[in-house]
């Protein structure tokens, strides 16, 4: 026990300048979270009565060639848009998680609300990361000449 | 001041960066180090895939054209976003140096660049929301402006 207080001495701590930070960091980042799962129910809204449109325009259009082939292509591209907009609402809801979890530990003092929020920080990062990996590959592959 | 934030006494009462805490920042560092770094790349990306197409086109007034209202876009938006990163690169480094060193000057810093990178892509999302919004209004005007005309 008394090795452990003395190891708080020369841990890094959450201070008061740390703390200040963090809880307005977690303000912005609540919000943030917030605005992403409102604007991907919204984006998966659109894409709902999109998808339904083009099921319409694509039994109308069969026997033309052309404009089925365009059809299929805005089906793709719909299809390509689904998992990006749950990838965004799952970041939304983990950005969510982290400023509630943190605000919560540092109110509170509590070690374990805050190293939860820290966890949905992570996951938050690593969707974020494999979404912009992924994002950069497509972009590259656009810039090969076919 | 100084009970607040550097007394022994007080540091026991504090939240501690545990041996759990320190593995999650570590991959937190990481993998915004990897975004930060990515969304650095991504404009030069961008002014290649505008200057690809429109080089292909050979009318040097087209080319001029296209380059220019591309280009003044993808400048703005690089630049938004290169300064926006700069902050969570800042965090990244900060905190990971401050993770190996023990520093907790260098964990402050990290905590005030991470608050300033979610305050500024918080004000970037009212910025942009606010623009759709308005974006729609003069929309609807127009709409019935020419509806307006054409009765």
Known sequence: MEQQSQDTLFELQVDYEAGAHLKEGVKWAQFIGIMLIVLTAIAAFVLLIAFIALAGVSTFSQGIRESAFSTNASFISIMLLIPMVIGMFIGGIWLFRFATRCRQGINNQDQQSFNAGLMALRNYFILYGILSILGTVGSLLQLIPF | ?151
């Open chain 2, 1 to 151: 001041m100084e009970q607040q934030s550097n007394s022994p006494i007080n540091n026991l009462f504090d939240l501690q960066i545990n041996e759990e805490s320190k593995q999650l920042l570590l991959t937190i560092t990481k993998w915004a180090r990897i975004i930060a770094i990515l969304a650095f790349i991504s404009p030069a990306i961008s002014v290649i895939k505008v200057i690809i197409p429109a080089s292909r086109t050979g009318n040097a007034d087209m080319i001029g054209y296209q380059l220019g209202g591309s280009i003044v876009g993808i400048l703005v938006v690089s630049i938004v976003s290169i300064i926006l990163n700069v902050f969570l690169y800042r965090f990244a480094t900060s905190t990971a140096e401050s993770l190996q060193t023990m520093s907790q000057e260098s964990f402050n810093k990290g905590a005030n660049n991470m608050r300033l990178y979610f305050k500024m892509l918080g004000i970037l999302i009212i910025v942009a929301l606010s623009l759709a919004v308005l974006f729609i209004f003069i929309m609807l005007i127009a709409v019935g402006i020419g509806a307006g005309m054409r009765s």
